[in-house]
Structure formats: structure tokens, C-alpha cells
């Protein structure tokens, strides 16, 4: 199965302040560079990032996310240290950019075979 990846986008208002929830689901992963995009406000702050990898019948046994405003940046997050479940739930790591996509990449550390299916949520608050 090819690469794919698929986003959701959902929204909630907590404090006068919009939190956008996304979880992205990836499948058929086979490289530590296959990347996924997603539509997020200009101006906020990650509150949380969660990375699950279930492996497939490749290589892969962890993930090492990173999230940035560029193809080949990793300017907003970086989670540190590869893991079955990459989870930082407080995160809080603020962001100004000047365009609303922002890119990810679960860094699946197999490369070999299908490496299997990676669910990620991410959640950023709207705002300075």
C-alpha cells in the first residue's frame, strides 16, 4: 500500500480562545522523511502532540515527530527521543508564522517493507 496520509480538523473554543484538535493518520509508511501537511492558524502555541505507531510488516518499532513552517524545518516541535507512543502533553511551544500550513513528519525509523499506520493529534491554540 502507498504512503497516505489523512487530516482532521476540529474546533472548540475554551476561554475566548479557538483550540484546534487534528489528527492525522498515516498508512502505509515506509520512509522516516514521509511527510503530511495541515491548514493551522498563523499565530499559536502546540499544546500536545501524540504520535501511536502500529507497526506494519516492515522495520519500524518507533517514531520521532517534528513539526515545523517549512518542508525542511522543525522550527516549532521536535519531539527528542524515538518511542513506540511520542507523547508530550505539555508542550506549549508557541509559534509565529507567515503562512498557515504547517508541515510534520512521524520519522518512522523502519525502512524497509510497509513500516505500518501512525495516528497523530495535535493540538494548538489560536493566538499570540
Same mark, same amino acid.
Given at each position: 500500500?502507498?504512503?497516505?496520509?489523512?487530516?482532521?480538523?476540529?474546533?472548540?473554543?475554551?476561554?475566548?480562545?479557538?483550540?484546534?484538535?487534528?489528527?492525522?493518520?498515516?498508512?502505509?509508511?515506509?520512509?522516516?522523511?514521509?511527510?503530511?501537511?495541515?491548514?493551522?492558524?498563523?499565530? %499559536? $502555541?502546540?499544546?500536545?502532540?501524540?504520535?501511536?505507531? /502500529?507497526? *506494519?510488516?516492515?522495520?519500524? +518499532?518507533? =517514531?520521532?515527530? #517534528?513539526?515545523?513552517?517549512?518542508?525542511?524545518?522543525?522550527?516549532?516541535?521536535?519531539?527528542?527521543?524515538?518511542?513506540?507512543?511520542?507523547?508530550?502533553?505539555?508542550?506549549?511551544?508557541?509559534?509565529?508564522?507567515?503562512?498557515?500550513?504547517?508541515? %510534520? $513528519?512521524?520519522?518512522?525509523?523502519?525502512?524497509?517493507? /510497509?513500516? *505500518?499506520?501512525?495516528?497523530? +493529534?495535535? =493540538?494548538?491554540? #489560536?493566538?499570540?
Amino acid at each position: 500500500m502507498p504512503y497516505a496520509a489523512t487530516v482532521t480538523r476540529t474546533r472548540r473554543s475554551a476561554r475566548q480562545t479557538r483550540v484546534w484538535t487534528y489528527t492525522v493518520t498515516e498508512t502505509g509508511v515506509t520512509l522516516a522523511t514521509d511527510e503530511f501537511s495541515i491548514e493551522a492558524p498563523r499565530h %499559536g $502555541r502546540v499544546e500536545s502532540y501524540r504520535s501511536v505507531l /502500529t507497526p *506494519g510488516d516492515g522495520t519500524a +518499532t518507533t =517514531v520521532d515527530p #517534528e513539526l515545523g513552517t517549512a518542508t525542511t524545518t522543525k522550527d516549532i516541535y521536535e519531539h527528542g527521543a524515538a518511542a513506540a507512543t511520542a507523547s508530550n502533553q505539555a508542550v506549549a511551544t508557541r509559534y509565529d508564522a507567515t503562512v498557515s500550513t504547517l508541515y %510534520g $513528519r512521524s520519522g518512522a525509523n523502519g525502512t524497509t517493507g /510497509t513500516t *505500518g499506520n501512525i495516528v497523530t +493529534t495535535i =493540538v494548538i491554540s #489560536e493566538g499570540y
